[in-house]
């Protein structure tokens, strides 16, 4: 089974701090994703990455920024984080028939 | 171009009762794929429909690909409270998978 891990399930920081949220996934796949999900909007695409090194902006990447230094481990970054930031997040890997295998999900509350 | 639409946003049922939601595209899709995610979990992949027409089934949920591959549905017979979630349907754009908005599915026991 495929196993996507999250480094946190709640976290709470403060408005201007640095944010690291970490994913990793064992199943050695090339693609891999960050979503936020917020009621009523659905998932929505932050960045994603179809290679080490390699990195794509989704459809709301204000804000934020990735790091993909090894294949298994996808970071998402907040720069300096800010009220509207308080989200799910949600990291996903894509297996080679195209499935997306997601992990618990990360509840950031940003104060 | 992008989007997939679903609908309804809400759906709540009484146990027993059929359920379905319906995606839709504006273009043509080389495939979709339907997730559901139960309150307070991560998306969990259910199927993928590939083929014009395609009709498969799991159990008591019913997925199709409409013949022109710009729509899918999803009908669940004789719902159960085990039912209850967000099922997403999702379309292939380039490298990544867009999501639709969901439909919210509550089951009255």
């Known amino acids: 089974d495929v196993k996507v891990t999250q480094s946190s399930r709640y976290l709470v920081k403060r408005t201007g701090e640095k944010v690291f949220l970490e994913c990793v996934q064992d199943?050695?796949?090339?693609?891999m994703f960050w979503y936020r999900q917020d009621p009523g909007l659905g998932l929505r695409l932050i960045y994603f990455s179809y290679d080490v090194k390699m990195k794509e902006k989704g459809d709301i990447p204000e804000g934020y920024s990735v790091s993909r230094e090894k294949k298994e481990r996808f970071s998402l970054i907040l720069e300096s984080a800010s009220t509207n930031q308080t989200s799910m997040y949600l990291c996903?890997?894509?297996?080679?028939?195209?499935?997306?295998?997601f992990g618990d999900g990360t509840r950031l509350s940003i104060l | 171009g992008q989007q997939v639409m679903q609908i309804p946003q809400y759906q709540h049922v009484q146990e027993g009762e059929d359920f379905t939601t319906y995606c839709n595209s504006s273009?043509?899709?080389?495939?979709i794929q339907w997730y559901k995610q139960r309150p307070g979990g991560h998306p969990v992949f259910l199927i993928q429909?590939?083929?014009?027409?395609e009709v498969k089934k799991q159990k008591r949920l019913t997925f199709q690909f409409g013949e022109a591959k710009k729509n899918s549905s999803l009908h669940i017979t004789a719902t159960q409270t085990t039912d209850v979630g967000t099922y997403f349907c999702a379309k292939n754009y380039g490298q990544n998978f867009v999501f639709g908005p969901g439909t919210r599915l509550s089951v009255l026991p």
């Open positions: 429909l590939v083929k014009s027409g």
């Open positions: 996903a890997s894509r297996d080679p028939v195209g499935t997306k295998h």
């Open positions: 199943m050695d796949h090339e693609n």
């Open positions: 273009t043509t899709l080389s495939n």
